[in-house]
């Protein structure tokens, strides 16, 4: 592991993290009220895992309130950047603020899924002016895990690209490998709102994804401003149905996607590309 902080606030400025096992950086929270963090110029790059678990960029969970201002997570094994909190934890799941975020190539190792950017647990977020590139399972995510307050996302002049399927969702001890898996969490999608999420985007391209451009389960709302959704095998997958997304999107257009629609009750396609394991 490279950095751990629990129960302390926390300031860093020009930072390279490279090559520690397990976490780049795990950041809880502080046992009264939320901890602060406030990071700047930050480079987390090559986190492999540890004993078959993580490799992950940045963590923050348990009640952390943070800021993050030039960061780049590259190369991780199971998740880039991650707000959210723990299962037994009694506090708020944290509020952060993220602007000029780099997350790309989070490539998946076994039993890991190699997802870019996931907010969750009632995390309250909101991020600015961010590429997230070349990841897999799931590029960007807000997930509710049946949190209260609900998970909130809010996204800003983000690119969402190039999301590829996990290279291994099920291992198998017998057989000593790896094979790919179904459904938009294995299969390549560039953001989702799932699990009762809420997601806002304003000023967007979601693009050359493998599987979805944008995922909404049934229990999810996405509000959409402004944003191209292109060059995916489906362009919106979503369970509310297209009279929701007439209402929640607008000024976004889809073009040149296998299909640009496709209702949650009907069967995701292949995704385009199934990587060699």
Not at 48 to 66: C, L, N, T
Not at 79 to 107: F, K, M, N, Y
Not at 168 to 178: K, L, M, N, Q, T
């Amino acid at each position: 592991m490279g950095i751990r902080v629990e129960f302390s606030d926390l300031t860093v400025d020009r930072m390279l993290i490279e090559g520690v096992r397990g976490w780049g950086m795990a950041i809880g929270g502080g046992r009264e009220g939320l901890s602060a963090v406030l990071m700047r110029d930050i480079l987390v790059r090559g986190t492999p895992e540890a004993g078959g678990y993580y490799g992950r960029g940045i963590q923050m969970s348990d009640g952390v309130a943070a800021k993050l201002e030039r960061v780049a997570v590259v190369d991780m094994a199971d998740v880039g950047l991650i707000v959210g909190a723990s299962e037994s934890s009694e506090l708020p799941a944290g509020e952060v603020e993220i602007a000029d975020l780099l997350v790309r190539d989070t490539q998946s190792a076994p039993m890991l899924g190699g997802n870019g950017v996931v907010v969750g647990a009632g995390a309250q977020a909101s991020i600015t002016r961010a590429q997230v590139l070349g990841n897999r399972g799931m590029g960007l995510t807000a997930r509710g895990w049946g949190a209260t307050p609900q998970t909130r996302l809010t996204l800003r002049d983000v690119v969402v690209s190039g999301t590829q399927p996990e290279r291994c969702v099920e291992y198998s001890f017998e057989e000593g490998g790896c094979s790919a898996g179904d459904g938009h969490e294995g299969g390549g999608s560039g953001v989702s709102a799932i699990e009762g999420a809420r997601l806002y985007m304003e000023g967007f391209v979601v693009s050359g994804n493998a599987l979805t451009g944008v995922y909404i389960d049934e229990d999810s709302v996405v509000r959409a401003d402004r944003g191209d959704i292109v060059d995916n095998s489906v362009g919106v997958y979503s369970g509310p149905g297209p009279e929701a997304l007439e209402e929640w999107f607008e000024d976004v257009r889809l073009f040149d996607n296998g299909t640009d629609f496709v209702r949650s009750e009907l069967p995701l396609p292949e995704p385009a590309e199934i990587l060699e394991i």
